[in-house]
């Protein structure tokens, strides 16, 4: 005689025939569905209450130290590589409004987006606008869980100088290319030597994105270097295809911006 069938149980997340996740509002607010089985999936998270490691967790939900939990997501297939490390933010501010802080953001994430582990979370600050500046939108095949964008908007360099004391925070600190928006560069890092010594300098990446007009600010951007490292000075130049809004267009992007983006890519990777 044979055995009674047990009951069915619960499917494992991301299985063939699972309910289909909750859908994850986007940077923008709007509902992102996620299919069953977690893939596509949001990189956006939605604002929600600070969670440890200065990053932001869904409301509701409960997250490890340093990670944000993921949204709409399945469980991550057998064949997903080993994630980078648990917790790692890049916190991304600019020295004024306007500089450039949402579309660095935006151009950096097409590019990690592309790497074998995955696409990197994405946090945007209160009101802002990264999910219209995504050249490709927020889904991706894999997310990256240990490693988060935080587009802090025009917040100036006072909160990327504290949470530079947790060693998991890498602060990208976008300026615009005149002698202002250096000297404004050099006073942060300054004060993130002063606050948490030179080796910090090491988690400090610089972006002066260029503007109308001739600005001769080569010696100034030689001592940010001899400070934060010849890779970590990246010069964005002034590219029609940025002037506009809504999402970039990717392809008509002109070839040193994209060389410059990928630059940065490499210099967030080769962060300690």
């Keep these: ?4 069938t047990p009951p069915p149980g619960p499917r494992p997340p991301g299985s063939a ?3 289909a996740p909750t859908p994850s509002p986007g940077p923008t607010g709007s509902p992102v569905p996620a299919p069953p089985g977690g893939t596509p999936a949001s990189a956006a998270t939605p604002n929600g209450p600070s969670a440890p490691g200065g990053t932001s967790a869904p409301s509701g939900t409960s997250a490890p130290s340093g990670t944000s939990a993921p949204s709409g997501t399945g469980s991550p297939s057998p064949d997903q590589p080993p994630r980078r490390r648990t917790g790692r933010s890049v916190l991304i501010t600019g020295t004024a409004g306007g500089v450039g802080v949402t579309t660095v953001t935006a151009l950096l994430f097409s590019v990690l987006a592309r790497e074998r582990a995955g696409a990197p979370r994405l946090h945007d600050h209160s009101g802002g606008e990264l999910g219209l500046r995504l050249p ?10 240990g490693l988060v964008l935080h587009d802090l908007g025009a917040v100036g360099p006072v909160e990327p100088v504290w949470r530079l004391a947790d060693p998991g925070q890498l602060a990208l600190l976008v300026t615009a290319a005149t002698p202002l928006g250096c000297a404004a560069a050099a006073k942060l890092i300054t004060t993130v030597a002063s606050e948490h010594g030179a080796p910090a300098l090491r988690r400090v990446v610089l972006v002066a994105v260029e503007v ?3 600005h001769k600010i080569d010696p100034q951007l030689a001592a ?10 990246i010069t964005v130049p002034r590219d029609p295809s940025l002037a506009t809004g809504g999402r970039i267009p990717l392809p008509r992007l002109r070839p040193q911006t994209r060389r410059a983006i990928d630059r940065l890519a490499a210099a967030i990777k080769a962060r300690p």
């Design 17 to 19: 025939g699972s309910p």
């Design 224 to 233: 940010l270097r001899a400070e934060l490292g010849a890779d970590a000075v």
């Design 1 to 4: 005689m044979s055995s009674p």
């Design 136 to 145: 490709d939108g927020d889904e991706a095949a894999r997310i990256d869980e």
């Design 212 to 214: 109308f007009g001739r």
